[in-house]
Each structure stands twice: as structure tokens, then as C-alpha cells.
């Protein structure tokens, strides 16, 4: 705002702002002010990709029934921080993958890790996590093994029966389909 000497009362607005990051360093306030053109570098709505955009398997717009794709196991070993073994399992190495793991007992009991890497190995489930758990894990604990997905049509189409709800374009043709001088797209 401008004000003006003459008449104090009468001002003129030469530019918009709104806060954005804001941080302290070496006690000082240092804040961002944003004018009307960063609005149109935000993304709104969703972006067009092969992968289902979808990050939270069985949400309202998912609509996977999870029940039908989780089971109550048992810690059979604890391999270093990432590494849990799991008892009896007959799921096919990758199951687990990108799905959870919940404990229901022990003192990680209600907190939940994603899973990096399922393998079936001798009839266990060995689970390798992206990052650890807080407290220590101890064999006997009881956790919720989730299925996971790969977010493609073909895991929705044929784990969970959900290809109806896929929300990826999996017909996009990608750069090197676009690219390639000759071709036309159809």
C-alpha cells in the first residue's frame, strides 16, 4: 500500500503477495512473498501417467476391500533393523511388496512400515522394510501382513480383481513412441 502525504486516508494497492516459506536463521524472520504467477506453477488435479496415481491401496477411490488381502502373522526372526521373518506363508514372493506391516503386540504395537522387499523362503515370509521400527522387534509379536501394489493395470487386473477403478493411462504412448520420426500415434 502507498500512502499518499497529502491525504492520509487515500491509498493505492501496487501489489499483491502471500506468505510462503517461512524460517528463522541466525534469529531472523526470512519469509517468501508469492505473487499471482506462482499460483499457476502449482499442479492441480492430476497429471497423466502410466501408473495408477492412486497412493493408499483400498481408499474411497480405490475401493479394494482390504480384508481380503491382509493376514495376522507371527515374528519368526528379526534380521538387523530392516529384516523381520514372519512365520508360515504360502504368498508368492513380491506379495508384500510395496503393502504394510502393523503390529497388533509387543512395543511397536499400532505402528505401521511399508515394505521394500518380499521373498518367500523356506515357507516364511522375509520382509525387508524401507525404514525400521522405533522399538525393538522381539520373535513372538504379531503383526498385519497388507498386500501391496505396483500401482500397474496388470496387478490390478489380476491380484486384485480392480481394474475397473484403475485410474492410469496405461495406453499413453511414452517419449520414444512420440519421438520416432515415421511412426504416427493411433
Known amino acids: 500500500l502507498v500512502h499518499s502525504w497529502a491525504s492520509p486516508t487515500d491509498t493505492l494497492t501496487l501489489a499483491r503477495y502471500k506468505m510462503g516459506v517461512t524460517e528463522v536463521a541466525d534469529n531472523q524472520y526470512r519469509f ?43 515374528v519368526y526372526a528379526v534380521n538387523g533393523l530392516f529384516g523381520i521373518t514372519f512365520d508360515s506363508d504360502a504368498a508368492a514372493s513380491g506379495y508384500y511388496q510395496y503393502g504394510t506391516v502393523e503390529f497388533t503386540s509387543g512395543p511397536n504395537n499400532t505402528i505401521k512400515r511399508e515394505v521394500k522387499v518380499h521373498t518367500l523362503t523356506s515357507g516364511r515370509a522375509v520382509l525387508t522394510l524401507h525404514r525400521p521400527f522405533p522399538n525393538v522387534t522381539a520373535v513372538g509379536n504379531t503383526a498385519v501382513l497388507t498386500a501391496g501394489c505396483d500401482r500397474t493395470l496388470i496387478t490390478c487386473r489380476n491380484k486384485f480383481s480392480n481394474a475397473n477403478n484403475f485410474r492410469g493411462f496405461y495406453q499413453l504412448p511414452g517419449l520414444d513412441t512420440v519421438l520416432e520420426p515415421g511412426l504416427s500415434v493411433t
Open 32 to 74: 517468501e512473498l508469492r505473487g499471482l504467477s506462482q499460483m499457476l506453477k502449482q499442479t492441480i488435479g492430476e497429471t497423466c501417467q502410466v501408473l495408477c496415481p492412486i497412493k493408499n491401496l483400498g481408499d474411497n477411490r480405490c475401493k479394494v476391500t482390504l480384508a481380503s488381502f491382509q493376514f495376522t502373522k507371527t
